[in-house]
């Protein structure tokens, strides 16, 4: 199978795979206990959060672990007062915009910042919202479909110097892109293991010290008391690995992966009509979203499916509906072509003889539409 989904999710790494397994047999201690069992196991996860704050710049105090980053962006809209105020982008991720859509039918005021035609958040529109006085801002910091990568830190400078409290959704550009939680100075920050060959079940959120967090789960004093419950150990264990390698491997990676988006770019460009979605814009280096007028993205998948290989029509927490990408109408795209979208998210076993083969297959496919 060509597998060109990695944006959804992404192998284990054999390196991760390896560090997990002791704590799924012999250490399997709960990390909580007192006695030497236990303390092994809470070492092991000392040392991931070490591992996990130095890829992303950051005190390791300020990690908390979670199930993912989902979890990570729900825990950080639940630092809302009751009834304040909260404003998103127009190109989140499902799970910052549902439970925004949740928080305003409980009573919150949400605004909806709006996007140019590369999906970027204006200065101009940083500046509207400001007028608003959101209690909290929430802006992605590289989009899961268009892979565009916002210009976060003016925008963070202007509403921090507002006393506006900003989080931002890192999951899909950590391990792809330098990300440094000091430097950039949001708020709240959401990461995912399974995003960068680590497993999945896990993630962090990371947080300025100071805020008033509202635990999401309660019944036990983990995570700072931030998170209650017993701590997936191998998990843990696995991110933090899978971490170490992304900092380690950071340059070569995205030399890699850009090397064969530049070649997949360079082919798809031969096809009539063809359109690449923000290709102008600063992207990740592994992500390519297209769309061919006529045809429909979800026929386009499955047709590929059964040529063995594995593409995406947008959002794998959001398929199954034949809507058009909300991120795609959000930057204007006409809807018929928005539905028509083909997400490609290269990983690093991936080669050019399997550009070369997709290429092949998409042509003869769409020629054949």
Do not use: W
């Not at 170490?244 to 009539?272: F, M, V």
């Amino acid at each position: 199978m060509i597998y060109f989904d990695h944006n959804a999710t992404t192998p284990i790494d054999d390196r991760v795979l390896e560090a997990m397994l002791p704590f799924l047999t012999s250490f399997y201690g709960n990390p909580s206990s007192l006695y030497r069992h236990g303390r092994i196991v809470r070492s092991a996860i000392d040392t991931a959060r070490e591992q996990v704050a130095a890829l992303v710049d950051a005190p390791l105090s300020q990690v908390i672990f979670t199930s993912g980053g989902t979890e990570s962006n729900n825990l950080a809209l639940a630092i809302l007062p009751a009834q304040g105020r909260l404003a998103i982008s127009a190109i989140e991720h499902p799970s910052i915009t549902e439970p925004a859509l949740r928080l305003k039918q409980l009573g919150s005021t949400l605004n909806i910042i709006n996007v140019d035609g590369n999906g970027l958040v204006t200065e101009t529109a940083i500046e509207d919202l400001i007028n608003k006085k959101p209690d909290l801002v929430s802006i992605m910091m590289a989009n899961n479909e268009t892979g565009v990568i916002q210009n976060l830190a003016p925008c963070v400078q202007k509403l921090r110097a507002n006393n506006i409290i900003v989080h931002t959704d890192a999951v899909q550009a950590l391990g792809k892109i330098p990300v440094s939680f000091n430097r950039l100075g949001v708020h709240l920050m959401s990461l995912s293991s399974h995003k960068i060959y680590g497993p999945k079940g896990c993630g962090a959120l990371l947080f300025e010290k100071g805020l008033e967090i509202n635990p999401v789960f309660r019944g036990g004093g983990q995570e700072q008391g931030l998170r209650a419950g017993t701590e997936n150990v191998a998990a843990i264990v696995g991110f933090g690995k899978a971490a170490e390698l992304a900092k380690t491997e950071l340059t070569n990676r995205s030399k890699q992966l850009l090397a064969l988006r530049t070649l997949l770019e360079a082919h798809l460009a031969t096809i009539p009509g063809l359109t690449i979605f923000a290709r102008q814009a600063n992207r990740l280096p592994n992500t390519i979203q297209f769309g061919i007028p006529g045809i429909d993205g979800e026929m386009l998948l499955m047709k590929l499916d059964q040529k063995a290989i594995a593409v995406s029509s947008g959002s794998a927490c959001a398929s199954g509906g034949r809507i058009p990408s909300p991120i795609l109408i959000a930057m204007g795209v006409e809807a018929g072509l928005a539905k028509g979208a083909i997400r490609i998210s290269l990983g690093m076993a991936n080669t050019e003889i399997e550009v070369l083969e997709f290429i092949n297959q998409l042509k003869a496919l769409a020629y054949q539409a």
